[in-house]
């Protein structure tokens, strides 16, 4: 029941924010990027070994990538890894982001974020909602049509073939229609 009524208030103010959000996204193909941001759920430590060797192909490709990982506990984000992170301690009780790293990750000007989180994970999605990002990926998800400029279907509950899948859509689109 609690957890239903601080969704509610998340959804609420998630948006009225929204009406006043002004940021002209558009498509942006993996070609035409320079600046790739990553959100991610990294309370599942399997998930960064993935994100990784995502982010090593990203920059074989000569992109510039930041990674944000959030982790779903009340134990303080971890400072010694090599990507930013943020905890529960980051949030407000209703799950908006409140700390300079998230304030920072939303207002960059990326050429592409992708929320590579397959579940439900209400910072994240208000981070991808307020991006400045000029193209916005995540999963499909009829009821977040306000996150994404791309959602992508996922075929199977694994992180790598989504990763895939991702990357595969990101080549392939044509930025000029």
């Known amino acids: ?105 939303t207002d960059y000007k990326f050429d592409i974020l992708i929320n590579a989180s397959l579940g439900d994970i209400p910072p994240l999605e208000y981070i991808t909602t307020f991006s400045q990002a000029r193209f916005r990926v995540g999963p499909y998800d009829a009821e977040k049509m306000h996150c994404y400029d791309l959602m992508i279907n996922p075929t199977n509950d694994s992180l790598e073939s989504y990763i895939d899948e991702v990357h595969y859509f990101l080549e392939t689109i044509n930025s000029q229609t």
Do not use: C
Not at 43 to 72: C, H, M, S, W
């Open 1 to 105: 029941m609690f957890h239903f009524i601080k969704k509610y208030l998340f959804n609420y103010f998630l948006k009225n924010r929204l009406e006043e959000h002004q940021v002209a996204h558009h498509f942006v193909n993996l070609a035409e990027s320079e600046r790739i941001g990553i959100l991610f759920d990294s309370t599942n430590e399997d998930n960064i070994p993935i994100i990784i060797n995502y982010v090593k192909k990203l920059e074989k490709a000569r992109k510039q990538v930041k990674l944000l990982g959030f982790i779903d506990s009340n134990r303080a984000a971890t400072d010694n890894l090599n990507y930013d992170t943020f905890s529960r301690r980051n949030i407000t009780w209703y799950f908006k982001p409140v700390n300079g790293k998230t304030d920072h990750f």
